[in-house]
């Protein structure tokens, strides 16, 4: 009979060294540097000490204009833990979180307690082959429909996360177009958002953050324009002439039941699973905040869920128009956010060898 290894186990009678735990949720907080962020800023901090991965915002990469209260930077920290946890599942790992755990100061934003081996659920090593291969997509979506039964697997990742995925039917989008309108009028009339905005925008090739103008797009028509950067200057990414670009594109909303600290960051959780979800369905996607940043545009999209729960990040699903992926967005080495903290000698005990 075939014994299945565990990545972990060095020491298979007696337990787990630290070092081996270590380089297991070294590996998961690897992975979360490739979540999304907002704006590309990608404000978390890692410390991996002995069983525990500890996960900081950096509130030095906060927006104060766009995200004053750091609603989306916790968001972009929830994408993060969501990454780093598909990661351990799929490796094999039993572990539990600890959202915003006290003790740790006022930037702790989840623990992640290892607790031993575990059979990796189904949906694990999807979603974990998943992480490399997402990027947002700006670009048109392909002119095929979004079958509505390849949105249920986005609504259930969603709702396993203790948030929901509302799709907009078309009589919402009028409200959607509403809502985009008045957050790009807020972007442009207010010089510091677009000073903001400006200070994240990169050249190709250019830093290991911010948002490369090659991923952008100012494709013709779209039924609900995206985030528009041309408000910094900058003159427009790929463009389309089409008029009837991305007609078939749906919008998602993430909503959650409360709008507190560990409300954005469930959101966070469940905007990655659904990502992650989405482009294991095949299904490409982009990440739409500007529809939430400001109060007046946000309100509006909350009329759309009947002024029930509040709305948290915008998402927009296709089909791929095809098969080229789209620029991908630079990443910070991952030697700059995860700090290491063990005793290489000590063992942690396996949890059925005590
Ligand atoms: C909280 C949050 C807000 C975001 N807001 C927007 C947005 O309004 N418009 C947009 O085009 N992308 C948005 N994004 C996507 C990021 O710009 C993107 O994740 C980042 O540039 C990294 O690129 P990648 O998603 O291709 O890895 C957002 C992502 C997150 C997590």
Same mark, same amino acid.
């Given at each position: 009979?075939?014994?299945?290894?565990?990545?972990?186990?060095?020491?298979?009678?007696?337990?787990?060294t630290?070092? !081996?735990?270590? *380089?297991? @949720?070294?590996?998961? #907080?690897? +992975? %979360?540097?490739? &979540?999304?962020?907002?704006?590309?800023?990608? $404000?978390?901090?890692?410390?991996?000490?002995?069983?525990?991965?500890?996960?900081?915002?950096?509130?030095?990469r906060?927006?104060?204009?766009?995200?004053?209260?750091?609603?989306?930077?916790?968001?972009?920290?929830?994408?993060?833990l969501?990454?780093?946890?598909?990661?351990?599942?799929?490796?094999?790992?039993?572990f539990?979180?600890?959202?915003?755990?006290?003790?740790?100061?006022?930037?702790?934003?989840?623990v992640?307690?290892?607790?031993?081996?575990?059979?990796?659920?189904?949906?694990?090593?999807?979603l974990?082959?998943?992480?490399m291969?997402?990027?947002?997509?700006?670009?048109?979506?392909?002119?095929?429909?979004?079958p509505?039964?390849a949105?249920?697997p986005?609504?259930?990742?969603?709702?396993?996360?203790?948030?929901?995925?509302?799709? !907009?039917?078309? *009589?919402? @989008?009028g409200?959607? #177009?509403? +809502? %985009?309108?008045? &957050?790009?009028?807020?972007?442009?009339t207010d $010089?510091?958002?677009?000073?903001?905005?400006?200070?994240?925008?990169?050249?190709p090739?250019?830093?290991?953050?911010?948002?490369?103008?090659?991923?952008?797009?100012?494709?013709?028509q779209?039924?609900?324009p995206?985030?528009?950067?041309?408000a910094?200057?900058y003159?427009?990414?790929?463009?389309?002439?089409?008029?009837?670009?991305?007609?078939h594109?749906?919008?998602?909303?993430?909503v959650?039941?409360?709008?507190?600290?560990?409300?954005?960051?469930?959101?966070?959780?469940?905007?990655?699973?659904?990502?992650?979800?989405?482009t294991?369905?095949?299904l490409?996607?982009?990440?739409?905040?500007?529809?939430?940043?400001?109060?007046?545009?946000?309100h509006?999209?909350?009329?759309?869920?009947?002024?029930?729960?509040?709305?948290?990040?915008?998402?927009?699903?296709?089909?791929?128009?095809?098969d080229?992926l789209? +620029?991908?967005?630079?990443r910070?080495?991952?030697a700059?956010?995860?700090?290491?903290?063990?005793?290489?000698?000590?063992?942690?005990?396996?949890?059925?060898?005590?």
């Amino acid at each position: 009979m075939q014994t299945q290894q565990h990545p972990a186990r060095d020491d298979p009678a007696h337990g787990f060294t630290v070092a !081996a735990v270590c *380089r297991l @949720l070294a590996r998961a #907080a690897v +992975a %979360a540097v490739h &979540a999304p962020s907002v704006l590309n800023t990608q $404000p978390w901090r890692w410390r991996i000490e002995h069983d525990t991965a500890l996960l900081y915002a950096d509130r030095d990469r906060g927006l104060p204009t766009i995200d004053p209260d750091g609603r989306l930077l916790t968001l972009s920290c929830g994408a993060a833990l969501h990454h780093a946890c598909v990661t351990l599942a799929a490796e094999g790992a039993d572990f539990a979180v600890e959202p915003l755990p006290t003790g740790h100061g006022p930037d702790a934003i989840a623990v992640v307690h290892y607790r031993g081996p575990a059979l990796p659920p189904p949906l694990a090593q999807p979603l974990a082959n998943a992480i490399m291969a997402r990027r947002s997509d700006r670009r048109p979506f392909a002119a095929r429909p979004v079958p509505d039964e390849a949105l249920n697997p986005l609504r259930s990742a969603a709702e396993r996360c203790g948030a929901h995925l509302q799709v !907009a039917w078309a *009589r919402d @989008l009028g409200d959607m #177009a509403e +809502a %985009a309108a008045q &957050a790009a009028q807020a972007a442009l009339t207010d $010089p510091a958002y677009r000073a903001e905005l400006a200070t994240w925008l990169r050249r190709p090739g250019e830093g290991h953050d911010g948002v490369p103008t090659d991923t952008l797009s100012t494709a013709g028509q779209r039924k609900v324009p995206l985030r528009d950067f041309t408000a910094t200057g900058y003159p427009g990414g790929l463009h389309s002439t089409n008029d009837l670009d991305d007609r078939h594109a749906r919008y998602g909303i993430i909503v959650t039941d409360g709008d507190g600290p560990g409300d954005w960051l469930t959101a966070g959780v469940a905007l990655s699973a659904v990502l992650l979800t989405a482009t294991a369905e095949r299904l490409a996607t982009s990440t739409m905040s500007d529809l939430v940043e400001h109060g007046t545009a946000r309100h509006t999209v909350r009329r759309i869920l009947g002024g029930v729960g509040y709305p948290a990040i915008g998402v927009r699903i296709g089909v791929p128009a095809d098969d080229t992926l789209p +620029a991908r967005a630079p990443r910070r080495p991952a030697a700059e956010v995860i700090e290491v903290v063990a005793d290489p000698l000590s063992v942690v005990p396996a949890p059925d060898a005590t």
